[in-house]
């Protein structure tokens, strides 16, 4: 089970990357590409993170 889902959506355009389980980096390679492609297209909400819906902390 996942302990962390990473997303983000650039604010510009509104796209966003696909979801990862536990792994930021393909995030985060996807927001600069994504700047390279689109040099006006600098900033990101972030849209997953943390704890999953419905997992406890222990």
């Known amino acids: 089970m996942p302990v962390a889902i990473f997303s983000v ?6 796209e ?3 979801a990862t389980d536990n ?3 393909p995030v ?3 927001a600069l ?3 390279g492609l689109n040099p006006m297209h600098r900033q990101y909400q972030q849209k997953g993170f943390g704890t999953p819906a419905g ?3 222990r």
């Open 9 to 14: 959506a650039c604010i510009a355009c509104r």
């Open 16 to 18: 966003e990357s696909e």
């Open 23 to 25: 792994e930021r980096l």
């Open 28 to 30: 985060e390679v996807w």
């Open 33 to 35: 590409k994504h700047t």
């Open 55 to 57: 997992r406890r902390e």
